[in-house]
Every structure is written in structure tokens, then in C-alpha cells.
């Protein structure tokens, strides 16, 4: 069967954040270490520890922005165990894996990666267990030029100039019951926003914040009215299980973008309902094809050409 499709590229129909064209990496499985990480001593070629045909590649695909460090891996994380000399720096259980971070790419690695790939860094704070404090602390470090103790810390670490992160997430899916510091429900979720947000407002009021959404409208709707003042995105994760048939796979962006339609429509009826003057977007910073079958500590999957044609549309 013949199809045509037409495309009037002079019609506008709306604002287009290039931001859209972003990347996500975690501390899962080979993803850093192995992959983006490999350590300057390594017999693999690298550019300052940085596996150097991973850096090459990415810098192909031009990301606008990267979201580290997770994923659930962040509900966990606390920053200050990746900062300073590496053989310093302490092994920790990560209990959202259930395996081993050495801590050896931590914020000024990826930082500095983010720069080598010509990529915004977008930073995902610990809001499962850490703390406003941790977090307003990890903001100062990254982008204050004053002399207070975490800007001089960095100024220590050889970095003299802020980096000046604009964009921060508060926490990573605290709707699951697999996520480490779970949420009960959207409102305890807002107050745990609020409390992060002014902490690290009061650091840097230029940043822009990311809340946990999901597709549960109650949750929502809990998020936009008892906190919609205090962030600028909702984030929305969609996976698609993987093994589908091929047909039905390549055809699930269809399915994804219906449902991302819906979120924005509550989300724009919200803020109508409770007078929430501050523009409110959609942060999609987390989607693919997932196979569940994959087991612990790496999570490897094998996946095939739908998967790709899926990624790509």
C-alpha cells in the first residue's frame, strides 16, 4: 500500500525546545563505568579517563542536554562521596542496583564530560534519602563564585570558575515503591518539593526545577496545587516492554504521544483550577524499550532492530 505524507514547513504550530534532543545516563550496568568511564590508566584509549570511541560517538548524536546521575541510582546518591581525589573517595552499596559504586565519576567528571560533548547538564538531586540541605549544598558547590565552604571546596578540586548547572531535578519517580525514599502519595511528594525547592532557590533562584509527575492524574493534580508555584517541569517516564511484535512496537510512539497529550491537558486544566500563574512544562526525560527479564547487578538486555526503529521515531 502506497502512503504520502506532507509537510507544510511554513505553517508554525508552536515552540520547540531543542532540549527535546537530550540524553540520560546512569550508574547502571556498563553504561558508565565500561562505557563512559574507563580511568586514565586504562589501556583502553581514553581522553581523561573518558573512553574515547564513546566520547567520539556521542558527540556525533549532538545531545542539547544529559540527565545523570538517574534514574533510581539518584534516590541514593549523595554527592559529596564523588567529589575529590578518586582513591579518596569511598565504595558504596547502591541499593537501587544492589551493586558496587566506586564513586570514581562523580559531579566533576561528568561535568567536565558534559563539556567535552558539547551537552548541557541537567542534575537530578537525591530527594529519596538525602536531605534540602544535601541538595542546596550540591547547587552551591556547582554554581556559586563566592567564598562560602562548597565553592571554595571546588575551587580546591582545581575548578575555579562555577559551572552555572541550570537545570535540577528534585528526586527520580517517588510514586514506585522501588524507588529508595518512596512517596505515600502527590502530596506528600509536593511538600518534599517545596522544602527542596526553597532550599536550593535560596542558593541560586536562577535554577530551573524538574518535579516528579507521573501518569497517575491524582498525583498530579496533588503536585500542581500544593506545589505548582515551586518548580517549572513535570517529569513523565514512559517504557515500552520490550518482546513486543514488531508491528506493535514501532507503532507504540503513536500510544506515547497520545498519552503525553493527556498529562499535558491535565496539567494545563490544573493550573487553571488552582490559579497557578507560573508556566508548568513536561519534562520526557526518561523513556525506551525496557526488558524486564533483565536481572541484577547489570541489567544487560539484548535488543534488535524494532527496538532501534522504535527509539528513532
Not at 6 to 22: L, N, W
Not at 69 to 97: E, K, T
Not at 127 to 139: H, I, K, L
Request: charged letters at 25%.
Amino acid at each position: 500500500m502506497e502512503c504520502k505524507a506532507f509537510v507544510d514547513a511554513t505553517s508554525p504550530i508552536g515552540r520547540f525546545d531543542r532540549r527535546c534532543y537530550g540524553q540520560f545516563i546512569e550508574h547502571l550496568g556498563k553504561c558508565i563505568y565500561g562505557g563512559i568511564w574507563v580511568g586514565e590508566n586504562s589501556k583502553i584509549p581514553n581522553v581523561k579517563g573518558f573512553r574515547q570511541d564513546v566520547l567520539e560517538a556521542i558527540r556525533e548524536l549532538k545531545p542539547q542536554i544529559v540527565r545523570w546521575p538517574g534514574g533510581n541510582f539518584a534516590s541514593g546518591y549523595h554527592w559529596i562521596d564523588g567529589i575529590g581525589p578518586r582513591h579518596q573517595r569511598p565504595r558504596r552499596f547502591d541499593m537501587a542496583w544492589g551493586s558496587e559504586e566506586p564513586n570514581e565519576f562523580g559531579t566533576d567528571e561528568f561535568l567536565e564530560w558534559c563539556r567535552l560533548v558539547g551537552a548541557d547538564p541537567f542534575i537530578v538531586v537525591n530527594a529519596g534519602n538525602g536531605n534540602p540541605s544535601e541538595a542546596a549544598d550540591w547547587v552551591e558547590y556547582c554554581n556559586s563564585a563566592g567564598q562560602t565552604y562548597y565553592a571554595s571546596l571546588r575551587r580546591s578540586h582545581g575548578i575555579d570558575k562555577p559551572y552555572g548547572v541550570r537545570l535540577w531535578g528534585i528526586g527520580n519517580e517517588l510514586y514506585g515503591r522501588w524507588q529508595v525514599g518512596f512517596c505515600i502519595d502527590g502530596k506528600e511528594c509536593a511538600r518534599r518539593t517545596i522544602e527542596f525547592s526553597n532550599e536550593m532557590r535560596k542558593v541560586d533562584p536562577s535554577i530551573e526545577l524538574v518535579a516528579v509527575g507521573c501518569e497517575d492524574p491524582e498525583w498530579n493534580l496533588s503536585m500542581i496545587k500544593e506545589a505548582g508555584d515551586y518548580f517549572d517541569y513535570l517529569s513523565i517516564h514512559i517504557y515500552i516492554r520490550g518482546g513486543r511484535p514488531y508491528r506493535e512496537l514501532v507503532a507504540s510512539p503513536v500510544d506515547v504521544e497520545r498519552r503525553l497529550m493527556g498529562v499535558y491537558r491535565l496539567v494545563e486544566a490544573a493550573r487553571r483550577r488552582y490559579g497557578i500563574k507560573r508556566e508548568i512544562k513536561l519534562a520526557f526525560d526518561e523513556w525506551n524499550v525496557w526488558y524486564p527479564e533483565a536481572k541484577a547487578p547489570l541489567h544487560e538486555q539484548i535488543t534488535g532492530v524494532g527496538d532501534a526503529v522504535f527509539t528513532g521515531l
